[in-house]
């Protein structure tokens, strides 16, 4: 896999997509209360504590836009955000999969409306998974991983806190990510690595995004 590499203009039009205000739109905890089919969707999912929050946050410039939390399992709706000076996307926070400070019973139905979510979605064009840069990829990033690839749904790996472990384990990381990847049917080749706290990657992960945008180009 190679990593990726944006031209200044895809640079451009990523800090142009997430200059416009991001505004909360609604907090979904069923399939029947989805937004209209319609306006294209992106959504960042991972294993509870993996970041996302934080990454969403960096990404959007907004310090509370993402409910930050160092309980697992904060988030418990999908959770929709516009995106684009004309509001050209959702972005789609989902709850983090894997443990969680919650009843059993009320893991499972998110659990659940993650999995028919990402299964039968039309207007999601990708979702990013994110993978925290110190431990690699885990089993529950695999059974998510293998419904991605089931239902042929594209997704993206984001590694995140790329700034704590040292380079030579980071390299080792996104080695093997990269080598699971690649036999991964559903998988888009290419891995970013993000970091929240340093700034590093965002710009990068902002120009992923944009490139699915419905005017994904620089005009």
């Known amino acids: ?14 800090e142009e997509l997430f200059k416009a205000p991001s505004e909360f739109v609604k907090g ?5 209360a989805l937004p209209d089919e319609g306006t294209p969707e992106i959504a960042f999912a991972g294993r ?19 409910r930050v939390s160092v309980t697992p399992g904060r988030t418990r709706e999908l959770n929709f955000f516009t995106l684009g000076p004309e509001s050209e996307l959702y972005l ?15 893991v499972k139905g998110w659990t659940q409306l993650i999995r ?3 299964r039968g979605r039309r207007q999601l064009k ?13 089993a529950n990033d695999r059974d998510t991983m293998k419904l ?32 699971e990847l690649s036999k991964r049917p559903a998988a888009y080749p290419q891995i970013l690595v993000t970091s929240a706290r340093t700034g590093s990657g965002i710009p990068e992960l902002r120009a992923a995004v944009a490139t699915l945008a419905p005017n994904g180009v620089v005009p």
């Open 1 to 14: 896999m190679d990593h990726p590499e944006f031209t200044a203009d895809e640079i451009a039009r990523g």
């Open 28 to 32: 979904v905890v069923s399939i029947a």
């Open 48 to 66: 509870s504590n993996v970041g996302k929050s934080s990454l969403i946050n960096a990404l959007t410039s907004r310090k509370t836009l993402a």
């Open 92 to 106: 789609v926070d989902m709850p983090g999969y894997g443990y969680a400070r919650a009843p059993k019973s009320e």
């Open 116 to 118: 028919d979510y990402l």
């Open 126 to 138: 990708r979702v990013f998974l994110l993978i925290d840069a110190r431990h690699g990829i885990k």
């Open 148 to 179: 991605l690839d089931e239902a042929a749904m594209s997704y993206q790996a984001v590694l995140t806190k790329a700034d704590k472990p040292k380079q030579s384990e980071l390299q080792a990381v996104i080695a093997k990510t990269e080598d």
